[in-house]
Structures are given as C-alpha cells and as structure tokens.
C-alpha cells in the first residue's frame, strides 16, 4: 500500500475518475469511457467496442490533482511544495500569511464571501473487460481519496462586505476528507426491447456495477461562523454553530486537541500516512449507465457487434454512480455545540497563517484561529454512524468520425462531499489521430465560483497494449498559466484478442 498514500498526500477536482484520457479531455468522461474504467463512471459503455480484443486488462492506471491558495510558480517550485505537503500536518510548518492582495484576488474575486478548494487521488489497481457477443463483463479495483475545504474571508480580510444592510464578515471553515476502497463488476448489454422500437443502427444500451466499498479514515467538520457589525464599529455579534464527525486517524488528532485544548501549541502525534487509507467502515454501492448510440454512414457495427467496431457514431449518456453507503465502526466520534450568538467588544483578529488543507490541520487552525469550538462541545458521542456515498449524476454526448472525437459532459453531486460538489460542472474535450496510433486530446473544465483548467494528453496505441498520459493546468482571469493542477499516467493496458 506504499504507492497509495503517495499520491493521496497531494491533492483537485472534480473528476470522477483520474485515468490518464479523462484527465487530458478535461476531466469529464462519463459518455467517452470504455473498458474496466467504464465501471465507476458509466457502465453502459462496457458495451461499446472501439477495439477489436476479446479482453483487455489494466494494471497501475492513476491519477492525482492539487490545488493551492497560492500561487505556484515553476514546476520545481511546484514540486516541492507537493512533497512538503506528504506529510500530516505539524505545528511550526504553517505557512505565513503574507500577502493579502495576492491571496485575495486569487481566491476571492469580486468580494466573494469564501474560498473553495477540492483535491483528488486516483488509482485502478487493476481492471479487466471481456468483450461477448451479446453482453461485456468487467472487474476493477480502485482506491480513491479527496478533500474539500472551504475558508470564510474573514480569516485573511478585515473588511465587511454588505449583507441585507449589515455589514459581515464570513468566518466559516468547513473539511470534509474521506478516502474509498472499492470492489467492482458490472456487465452492460443492449436493451432489446427498446432497440425494436427503433431503427436498427441505434441502440439502448444499459449497464450496472454494483461494488463493495471499504473506507478509510473519514473527517466532516464543519464550523459556520458569521460576524456582524452595524457601520463597522462595536459590538460585533458573530454567530456561529459547529458539527464534527470522524473516525480512525481523525478521531485521534481531535480528541488529542480536546484532550490539549488549554495549551495555545499543542503536539499532535506523528501519524503515517497509511493510517489514511486503513480501514475504518464498511458498505455497498451500485453504479449505473444509459448510453443511446447511433451509427452514422458506413458504419454497421450496431448490427456486427462481435465483427465490427464502432468508426462513426453519435452517443448520448446518462449516468448515476455511488448509490450506496459506509457504516462507520473505527473510532467514531460525533461532536457538536448549540447555535449561538455572541457579542464581542473588538473585532476578531486576522489568522496568522494560510489554511493549506492538509490532514490535522483543521484542529489547530480552529484552536488558534476560530475561537477553539473544541472547549464549549454540548454533546460527543463515539457510537457508529452511516454516511452516504457521494452520489452524483453524469450526462454527456460524443460524435465520432473515424480518428475525430467531439465531447461534452457535465457532472452534478446530490450533496458537497469530499468528492462532489452540488455546482454544475462542464467538461469540453476533443481527440484527434494525426497516425491511427497516436492521440492528442485537449480540453477543458468549467465551474461556477471553481477555478477553471485547461489539459493535454496523448498516448501511444499498438495492437496489443497502450500507453497513455494526460495533465491539467490552471487559468486565472488573465489567461492561461503554467500552474500545473492535475497529471495521471498509465502504466499499462493490454489487450488479448
């Protein structure tokens, strides 16, 4: 398990699967996915054959994304801040804050009231997809980690912004971690009954995967924190509740900040980074597919499935994935504290360092920065909870020409979670085959109030296996940049014919 904390201790978003193609066309992939990846995005494109193999099989195929607060300037920069960050966090690593402006205008543009940060790791230990004559079999194992933390301005900004004629200061801090094992199979097969309604060079095609889930260590803490002040001047009324739960490693560094809550510094244990991915609960999900193909022209692969592959088509799908859930049974615990309204003489002050998202670093943050909520907790219990996974719906389009393909998809999550977020997001990519065996794609992400990204990626295709890479990298409102935000490389697919 030495490679998987790895790439988990560095964190973006929003993909729902880190393969090397879906990274360089943008991060979406729910209508372009095929084989054993098909799994965990839309199992209906199990069906769909672009190769002529019998089965094909993956091995090592990952990807990661980042995301900072600062800016990142040169790849040796960049990489050196990623491996500072391999790491739990410890106290005298923060990071000091300043440069307001910088840090303002990157990530709080237009007065915004927060800051929102998501960061992923994905690996597909390994996959395999057997191709029949009437239905496509498949199995795949991957691990999954992701982060979001949201930061209030008020934390690095002393002024008010206007808020139904008050004047207010958002303190809210929000982190959600969470880290996924999971087990799939899944087949997919043409509905029949359906397609003899319809001409016959088109097709319904649907696909299931159900999976077994083992999770690691889990955090959601949220404090929602706002301050108050009529003209700018006291009595600052802040209002503010807060909710926490955890398990495994999480559990300890907050009872130990419980436990230290009166000392200003207190010493959080060593953790190693497996601690992370060990596991803390149990479940079961199901993920499911619709994809509509319709063949264009000369191609009749619809009606020569085991014969022909598909050249020319017009696909459109629909996807839902994660409907299930983790019991939670390693260390639970359940914090909270009533709402409630304070007044306060003088204003609260800025926080003496950047929150960078790193895991422990919440509880000594809000010790230091957030007025400690860990000393007023009204109600703590360490009995077993359920959490949902997080559920998200996919739908896209692709049109195919020979060695032309045009996509699009979108992704909305049913709740913000580690991995999702409820903003509508879109993904736009293109592949182009200057030589039948070498694809260039391109593409890019857009996200209300997220930062936008612009990918590359290509690979190499010979009969019997491919290889592929793909990177994101980030753009600002000038244009785009060479701040790397995402890089996923495969190692091998093979395929046996």
Not at 73 to 90: D, H, K, S, V
Request: proline share 5%.
């Amino acid at each position: 398990m030495g490679l998987l904390p790895t790439l988990f201790c560095s964190y973006s978003y929003s993909q729902t699967l880190h393969s090397p193609v879906n990274t360089a066309l943008g991060g979406g992939g729910s209508v372009y996915t095929t084989g054993p990846g098909a799994l965990f995005i839309n199992p209906a494109n199990l069906y769909i054959q672009e190769r002529e193999y019998r089965l094909q099989a993956i091995l090592m195929s990952g990807g990661l994304s980042t995301a900072s607060p600062l800016r990142q300037t040169g790849y040796a920069a960049q990489l050196e801040r990623y491996l500072e960050r391999n790491y739990w966090f410890q106290p005298g690593s923060e990071t000091p804050f300043s440069d307001p402006e910088q840090l303002l205008a990157r990530n709080y543009p237009s007065e915004r009231p927060w800051s929102e940060h998501h960061q992923q790791a994905d690996m597909l230990w390994f996959g395999m997809h057997w191709q029949g004559s009437d239905r496509s079999y498949a199995v795949a194992m991957r691990s999954r980690f992701g982060s979001r933390y949201l930061v209030g301005r008020g934390y690095y900004d002393l002024d008010f912004l206007e808020n139904n004629g008050r004047q207010e200061r958002d303190r809210t801090h929000i982190h959600q971690m969470q880290s996924l094992h999971e087990l799939s199979f899944g087949y997919a097969e043409s509905f029949t009954f359906f397609n003899s309604l319809m001409p016959q060079l088109s097709q319904l095609i649907i696909g299931v995967a159900p999976k077994i889930v083992v999770s690691g260590a889990y955090l959601d803490s949220r404090l929602e924190s706002s301050v108050q002040s009529v003209s700018n001047q006291s009595p600052f009324t802040e209002q503010r509740s807060f909710r926490h739960y955890s398990t495994g490693s999480y559990s300890d560094i907050t009872s130990r900040q419980i436990h230290f809550s009166e000392v200003s510094n207190p010493i959080h244990p060593l953790q190693k980074y497996d601690s992370l991915v060990q596991p803390t609960g149990y479940g079961a999900g199901l993920d499911f597919g619709l994809t509509y193909l319709i063949t264009l022209g000369d191609d009749l692969s619809v009606i020569r499935y085991d014969q022909e592959t598909t050249r020319k088509s017009l696909r459109v799908s629909l996807a839902i994935t994660d409907v299930g859930f983790i019991n939670y049974t390693k260390r639970p615990l359940y914090l909270r504290t009533e709402p409630l309204e304070v007044d306060h003489e003088e204003e609260p002050s800025l926080s003496d360092w950047i929150y960078e998202g790193q895991p422990g670093e919440h509880a000594l943050f809000l010790h230091d920065q957030a007025g400690d909520p860990y000393s007023s907790i009204d109600e703590k219990k360490d009995e077993n909870f359920k959490v949902l996974l997080p559920t998200a719906v996919h739908a896209g389009a692709l049109f195919q020409i020979n060695r032309v393909k045009m996509m699009g998809d979108f992704s909305l999550g049913f709740s913000d979670n580690a991995f999702n977020t409820t903003r509508f997001i879109t993904y736009l990519g293109i592949e182009v085959r200057p030589l039948s065996f070498l694809p260039l794609r391109a593409g890019t992400r857009l996200a209300h109030r997220l930062p936008h990204y612009y990918s590359f990626g290509a690979g190499l295709e010979t009969r019997y296996f491919d290889l592929d890479a793909g990177i994101q990298l980030r753009t600002r409102s000038i244009g785009p940049t060479q701040e790397l935000a995402a890089f996923s490389a495969m190692a091998l697919r093979v395929y046996i014919r």
